[in-house]
């Protein structure tokens, strides 16, 4: 009669220092009918317990494990796991190696190297490597990782301090009901994703999930996650102290289009939070996000409440979640994009809490054949709590593209601070603001209210053109008198003939400042309709004292055709400043017409 077979295909185990080592020398296959394929254990001493030696001597054979994990490597110091072949176990983890106690390295390493096509598959888990201390887990795999019980990872990889590293390879799938790549340590954490990803939903799934502490948290994904339908985020990373850095390839498609789907992203498709001084965020990414329009709240969301730097470079296509790129930190905000980006709510939103002066917002939207749209708010919307600089677009690198704010008070670009602002669109560019309430095309606030010799400037430059149902709005409260580098002046500029304003019920270009110098000088037409409000074509004030001067260029035209009270030109101050405008006209096709006066200076 022959006897039963063991509940366990091979099972090696030490109570002391010496070590504990299986190898397969034949390739066949091991079977655990009732519990593990191979169980390796050393869990009362310290020596090293090893399943395959390394890269030249796998275990060769398919593994598995009936009631239980296919491997099972558990022991208090370095643990290694080397395999060539399918591993599986139907009640529990494919592949599980803990090291504990004073813990040491663990490292699994998988492959089809020596046949197989399932790759590493469980119940519990795909592929479990933890350590404590500050040892390091290095997991690489070749294979298809599979985990099938609700709330389950295909890897997961995690220390106490240590570092711990994750490589997964191309033309291989994860799949698992929460969470493809797990990482967690309050060391440093390198993810290197090559893989797609499968099945991730419900309440905090995730394609990619890294939690870290003060070590430097990076990810690299070229792996698609476009069939993930009904995960919270694609990839989702935190840290305390550490920085954190997202390079999101092209192939890195996260969720999919057409809607109403199956989109991904619940929440976000790329989500980076800390709370470093030290240490910013970095997220970059060229794939398209695809995030649900009813729940998902960012495309990509980038959060410091520290006073590191924040950056977002983003070349792939984002649609639809309520904000496009959300990027908010307590120091310097970058977001530099040339992309298709739109939000349900804003396009991009970017932000800083700093109040030093040296601190700065920058906004860039390179691309010209690129929409950046709000589809119930503001296209771009870039705020500053501080003296520090908003920038939307440069001198060099001005804005580029259709900038759209849709709905009431919606904004094209809305810039706020209490220093300098600096808004620069380029040659084409179109920025649109809403056509209802208290929109614009360009909204520029700088409120400090104050005369603190910082010389807080507004400059608006625009090649393209701006339309809404109002055109550009510049408020300067400060009050430190004076022209540009003294005073908190106004310079608004309309620098081409294609540059052109136009306001549906409102002023074209309204200017308002304290004791700073305001100058306006358009070579665009300017057209301002009123239907229900005064429409003036341009509408330049002072209240302590700056002086005006607005420039109407050869050929330009700038026309009011609001109802009474509105003029073509209105330039007035109140505070004993000079008022000037200047026309620059050679022929008839120059004219500045207003519903009642052309130019009023009283």
Sequence with gaps: IAAPAPPTGSMASSTGTGSVTVKDVNSNSITGTGGDGIN???????????????????IAGAVLGTGGDGIDAAGNSTINVFTGNDVKGTAGYGIRAVSSGAGGTVTVNTSNSSGGVNGVQGTTGGILATTTNANTVNVTTANNVTATNAGTRAIDAESGSGAVNVTTAASKVLTATKTGIYASTTGAITVDSNSSFSGMTGAGSAGIEAVGGSGLVQ???????????NADYGILASATTGGIVIDNKASGLIGNS???????????????????????????????????????????DAQNTGTATVTVNNTGKIDPPQIGINAKGGGIVNVNNNANVEGSLIGIHADSTSLLDGDSVNVQNTGAATTVKGDAGNGIEAKIAGGGTVNVGTSGSPVLGAVTGVGAGANGILGTGLGDINVYTGNLSAVTGGTTGAAWGINTQSTSNAADGNADEIVINTLGTVAGRQGILAINSGKDLGGAGVGDTIDIQTSQASATVTASDGDGIRATGAAGNIRVAVNGNVTATGTTQSANGIKASSSLGGNIDVQVANNSKVLSNGATGADGVNAATTGGGNVSVRIFNSNSNGQITGATDGIDTS
């Design 40 to 58: 390796a254990s050393n869990t009362t001493g310290t020596g090293v317990v090893s399943v395959g030696t390394g890269t030249g001597d796998r």
């Design 219 to 229: 990810i690299t994904n070229t792996g698609s996650m476009v069939s993930l339908a």
């Design 258 to 300: 057409p809607a109403p789907g199956p989109h991904a992203g619940n929440v976000a498709g790329i989500k980076a939070s800390n709370a470093s001084n030290a240490n910013g965020i970095t997220v970059t990414n060229a794939a398209d996000i695809y995030v649900d329009t009813a729940t998902g709240l960012y495309g990509i």
